[in-house]
Protein backbone atom coordinates (compact mmCIF):
# COMPACT_ATOMS: atom_id res chain seq x y z
CA UNK A 1 0.00 0.00 0.00
CA UNK A 2 1.54 3.37 -0.95
CA UNK A 3 2.08 5.50 2.46
CA UNK A 4 -0.34 8.53 1.93
CA UNK A 5 -3.84 6.36 0.30
CA UNK A 6 -6.31 7.65 2.17
CA UNK A 7 -5.44 11.11 2.99
CA UNK A 8 -6.50 14.24 2.07
CA UNK A 9 -3.60 16.64 1.86
CA UNK A 10 -3.38 20.37 1.57
CA UNK A 11 -0.46 22.23 -0.25
CA UNK A 12 0.37 25.90 -0.45
CA UNK A 13 2.41 27.63 -3.33
CA UNK A 14 2.06 24.04 -4.94
CA UNK A 15 2.37 25.66 -8.70
CA UNK A 16 6.02 25.48 -9.17
CA UNK A 17 9.36 24.32 -7.39
CA UNK A 18 9.09 22.56 -3.78
CA UNK A 19 5.77 22.62 -3.42
CA UNK A 20 5.00 21.31 -7.13
CA UNK A 21 7.28 18.40 -6.13
CA UNK A 22 5.39 17.50 -2.80
CA UNK A 23 1.98 17.21 -4.43
CA UNK A 24 3.17 15.02 -7.12
CA UNK A 25 5.10 12.72 -4.61
CA UNK A 26 1.77 12.54 -2.22
CA UNK A 27 -0.21 11.74 -5.44
CA UNK A 28 2.52 9.39 -6.02
CA UNK A 29 1.89 7.74 -2.56
CA UNK A 30 -2.32 7.63 -3.29
CA UNK A 31 -3.09 11.13 -1.20
CA UNK A 32 -6.56 13.05 -2.44
CA UNK A 33 -4.36 16.06 -3.13
CA UNK A 34 -5.64 19.72 -3.01
CA UNK A 35 -3.06 21.92 -4.79
CA UNK A 36 -3.06 25.79 -3.68
CA UNK A 37 -1.56 28.61 -5.51
CA UNK A 38 -2.29 32.42 -6.32
CA UNK A 39 -0.84 31.45 -9.83
CA UNK A 40 -4.34 29.81 -11.44
CA UNK A 41 -2.91 28.71 -14.13
CA UNK A 42 0.28 26.92 -13.02
CA UNK A 43 -2.04 25.22 -10.20
CA UNK A 44 -4.99 24.28 -12.57
CA UNK A 45 -1.92 22.42 -14.52
CA UNK A 46 -0.48 20.58 -12.41
CA UNK A 47 -3.43 19.44 -11.08
CA UNK A 48 -4.72 17.90 -13.86
CA UNK A 49 -1.50 16.62 -14.55
CA UNK A 50 -1.57 14.59 -11.05
CA UNK A 51 -5.18 14.05 -10.69
CA UNK A 52 -5.63 16.62 -7.86
CA UNK A 53 -7.91 19.43 -7.39
CA UNK A 54 -7.29 22.90 -7.29
CA UNK A 55 -8.17 25.91 -5.30
CA UNK A 56 -7.09 29.12 -5.55
CA UNK A 57 -5.75 30.92 -2.17
CA UNK A 58 -3.51 33.64 -1.10
CA UNK A 59 -2.21 32.16 1.76
CA UNK A 60 -2.03 36.15 3.17
CA UNK A 61 -5.49 36.47 2.74
CA UNK A 62 -7.67 35.16 6.30
CA UNK A 63 -10.54 35.28 4.23
CA UNK A 64 -9.10 32.43 1.29
CA UNK A 65 -8.43 30.47 4.55
CA UNK A 66 -11.84 30.55 5.52
CA UNK A 67 -12.74 29.76 1.94
CA UNK A 68 -10.68 27.32 1.61
CA UNK A 69 -11.94 25.40 5.45
CA UNK A 70 -15.37 25.54 4.04
CA UNK A 71 -14.28 23.46 0.63
CA UNK A 72 -12.03 21.22 2.70
CA UNK A 73 -13.53 20.36 6.17
CA UNK A 74 -11.37 17.01 6.36
CA UNK A 75 -7.77 17.15 6.68
CA UNK A 76 -4.78 14.88 7.01
CA UNK A 77 -1.98 16.65 6.01
CA UNK A 78 -1.18 20.35 5.42
CA UNK A 79 1.73 21.36 4.17
CA UNK A 80 2.40 25.11 4.61
CA UNK A 81 4.92 25.90 1.59
CA UNK A 82 4.08 29.11 0.03
CA UNK A 83 6.70 32.05 0.71
CA UNK A 84 8.63 34.89 -0.86
CA UNK A 85 11.71 35.81 -0.80
CA UNK A 86 11.31 39.72 -0.70
CA UNK A 87 13.05 39.77 -4.01
CA UNK A 88 10.23 38.89 -7.11
CA UNK A 89 10.10 41.88 -8.39
CA UNK A 90 13.86 42.66 -8.70
CA UNK A 91 16.71 43.99 -6.51
CA UNK A 92 15.23 45.51 -3.08
CA UNK A 93 17.28 46.52 -0.08
CA UNK A 94 16.53 44.10 2.59
CA UNK A 95 19.64 44.45 4.86
CA UNK A 96 18.69 45.61 8.38
CA UNK A 97 19.88 49.24 7.87
CA UNK A 98 18.38 50.36 4.75
CA UNK A 99 15.10 47.71 4.30
CA UNK A 100 11.80 49.78 4.50
CA UNK A 101 8.89 48.69 6.81
CA UNK A 102 6.07 47.82 3.92
CA UNK A 103 8.56 45.39 2.14
CA UNK A 104 9.95 44.22 5.13
CA UNK A 105 6.01 43.61 6.45
CA UNK A 106 5.42 41.84 2.49
CA UNK A 107 7.25 38.95 3.49
CA UNK A 108 5.61 38.54 6.83
CA UNK A 109 2.58 38.35 5.63
CA UNK A 110 3.07 35.76 3.35
CA UNK A 111 5.81 33.47 4.88
CA UNK A 112 4.56 34.10 8.76
CA UNK A 113 0.99 35.05 8.43
CA UNK A 114 0.47 32.78 5.67
CA UNK A 115 1.69 29.91 7.97
CA UNK A 116 -0.19 31.28 10.93
CA UNK A 117 -3.45 30.69 9.13
CA UNK A 118 -2.68 27.39 7.81
CA UNK A 119 -1.56 25.96 11.31
CA UNK A 120 -4.96 27.36 12.59
CA UNK A 121 -6.90 25.98 9.51
CA UNK A 122 -5.41 23.07 10.18
CA UNK A 123 -6.00 22.27 13.72
CA UNK A 124 -9.67 23.20 12.81
CA UNK A 125 -9.74 20.81 10.52
CA UNK A 126 -8.03 18.08 12.14
CA UNK A 127 -8.74 18.38 15.87
CA UNK A 128 -12.53 16.58 15.39
CA UNK A 129 -10.77 13.33 14.09
CA UNK A 130 -7.73 14.08 16.65
CA UNK A 131 -5.37 13.24 14.14
CA UNK A 132 -3.48 15.11 11.47
CA UNK A 133 0.04 16.39 9.91
CA UNK A 134 1.27 19.73 9.58
CA UNK A 135 4.42 20.40 7.59
CA UNK A 136 5.76 23.87 7.85
CA UNK A 137 8.56 24.33 5.03
CA UNK A 138 11.49 26.73 6.90
CA UNK A 139 14.90 27.28 5.99
CA UNK A 140 18.22 27.03 6.18
CA UNK A 141 17.95 30.60 5.73
CA UNK A 142 15.78 30.81 9.52
CA UNK A 143 18.18 29.02 11.79
CA UNK A 144 20.96 31.42 10.55
CA UNK A 145 21.28 35.13 9.88
CA UNK A 146 21.15 36.20 6.08
CA UNK A 147 22.68 40.03 6.27
CA UNK A 148 21.07 40.80 2.93
CA UNK A 149 17.77 39.18 3.77
CA UNK A 150 16.77 40.11 6.98
CA UNK A 151 13.10 39.65 6.28
CA UNK A 152 13.28 36.47 4.96
CA UNK A 153 15.69 34.92 7.55
CA UNK A 154 13.28 36.64 10.26
CA UNK A 155 9.72 35.37 8.80
CA UNK A 156 11.74 31.37 8.14
CA UNK A 157 12.78 31.69 12.02
CA UNK A 158 9.75 32.42 13.09
CA UNK A 159 8.09 29.45 11.18
CA UNK A 160 10.82 27.14 12.85
CA UNK A 161 9.29 28.57 16.52
CA UNK A 162 5.97 28.55 15.81
CA UNK A 163 5.99 24.93 14.58
CA UNK A 164 7.01 23.61 17.91
CA UNK A 165 4.85 26.26 19.84
CA UNK A 166 2.09 24.33 17.53
CA UNK A 167 3.12 21.13 17.97
CA UNK A 168 2.57 21.67 21.60
CA UNK A 169 0.04 22.85 21.86
CA UNK A 170 -1.57 20.07 20.34
CA UNK A 171 -0.12 17.29 22.43
CA UNK A 172 -1.36 19.53 25.20
CA UNK A 173 -4.95 18.68 24.16
CA UNK A 174 -4.08 15.41 23.91
CA UNK A 175 -4.58 15.25 19.83
CA UNK A 176 -2.09 13.06 17.58
CA UNK A 177 -1.97 16.17 15.58
CA UNK A 178 1.95 16.39 14.78
CA UNK A 179 3.88 19.78 13.57
CA UNK A 180 7.24 19.87 12.09
CA UNK A 181 9.46 21.84 10.27
CA UNK A 182 11.65 21.02 7.17
CA UNK A 183 14.60 23.74 6.33
CA UNK A 184 16.10 23.34 3.08
CA UNK A 185 19.10 24.65 1.62
CA UNK A 186 20.09 25.26 -1.93
CA UNK A 187 17.26 23.88 -3.46
CA UNK A 188 17.37 23.91 -7.51
CA UNK A 189 13.85 25.64 -7.97
CA UNK A 190 12.88 28.33 -10.50
CA UNK A 191 13.62 31.32 -8.19
CA UNK A 192 18.12 30.02 -8.75
CA UNK A 193 17.21 30.71 -12.36
CA UNK A 194 17.93 34.81 -12.76
CA UNK A 195 21.81 33.70 -10.78
CA UNK A 196 22.15 30.85 -12.95
CA UNK A 197 21.50 31.98 -16.55
CA UNK A 198 21.45 29.55 -19.18
CA UNK A 199 24.75 30.80 -20.98
CA UNK A 200 28.37 29.12 -20.82
CA UNK A 201 29.43 29.86 -17.12
CA UNK A 202 26.13 27.63 -15.96
CA UNK A 203 28.16 25.52 -14.38
CA UNK A 204 30.81 27.57 -12.80
CA UNK A 205 28.05 29.78 -11.01
CA UNK A 206 25.94 26.48 -9.59
CA UNK A 207 29.47 25.64 -8.34
CA UNK A 208 30.43 28.60 -7.21
CA UNK A 209 26.76 29.30 -5.58
CA UNK A 210 27.22 25.71 -3.30
CA UNK A 211 31.06 25.49 -2.85
CA UNK A 212 30.09 26.09 1.16
CA UNK A 213 28.10 22.85 1.22
CA UNK A 214 29.41 20.04 1.98
CA UNK A 215 27.95 17.77 -0.54
CA UNK A 216 29.04 20.26 -3.33
CA UNK A 217 25.71 20.25 -5.28
CA UNK A 218 22.14 21.92 -5.26
CA UNK A 219 19.36 19.74 -3.86
CA UNK A 220 16.31 18.59 -5.82
CA UNK A 221 12.79 19.30 -4.87
CA UNK A 222 11.98 16.00 -5.41
CA UNK A 223 14.45 15.35 -2.70
CA UNK A 224 12.35 18.08 -0.04
CA UNK A 225 9.50 15.93 -0.97
CA UNK A 226 10.83 12.79 0.03
CA UNK A 227 11.33 13.97 3.55
CA UNK A 228 7.90 15.92 3.56
CA UNK A 229 6.05 12.14 2.36
CA UNK A 230 7.73 10.68 5.47
CA UNK A 231 6.28 13.23 7.65
CA UNK A 232 2.56 12.90 5.80
CA UNK A 233 3.06 9.70 6.41
CA UNK A 234 2.12 7.00 9.70
CA UNK A 235 6.07 6.39 10.07
CA UNK A 236 6.59 9.52 11.15
CA UNK A 237 3.98 8.80 14.38
CA UNK A 238 6.63 10.08 17.09
CA UNK A 239 7.54 12.74 15.11
CA UNK A 240 6.56 15.95 16.40
CA UNK A 241 8.03 19.61 16.92
CA UNK A 242 11.10 18.83 15.14
CA UNK A 243 13.03 20.33 12.72
CA UNK A 244 14.78 18.52 9.71
CA UNK A 245 17.54 19.91 7.53
CA UNK A 246 17.83 19.35 3.78
CA UNK A 247 20.72 21.15 3.02
CA UNK A 248 23.31 18.78 1.84
CA UNK A 249 25.77 18.85 5.61
CA UNK A 250 25.42 22.71 5.12
CA UNK A 251 24.99 23.77 9.07
CA UNK A 252 26.38 20.42 10.30
CA UNK A 253 30.06 22.22 9.80
CA UNK A 254 32.98 22.56 7.54
CA UNK A 255 33.81 19.67 5.19
CA UNK A 256 37.15 20.88 4.98
CA UNK A 257 40.05 18.70 5.53
CA UNK A 258 42.02 19.57 9.09
CA UNK A 259 45.47 20.76 8.63
Request: glycine share 12%; hydrophobic share 45%.
Amino acid sequence: MRRLTGKICVVTGAARGIGSAIARRFAAEGAEVIVTDRDEAGGSSLAAEIGARFIRLDVSAEADWLRLAGQVPRLDVLVNNAGVTGFEGGAVRHDPEHACLEDWRAVHRVNLDGTFLGCRYAIGAMKAGGYGSIINISSRSGMVGIPAAAAYASSKAAIRNHTKTVALYCAQQGWKIRCNSIHPGAILTPMWEPMLGDGPDRDARMAALVADTPLRRFGLPEEVAAVAAMLASDEAAYITGAELQVDGGLLAGSAATPE
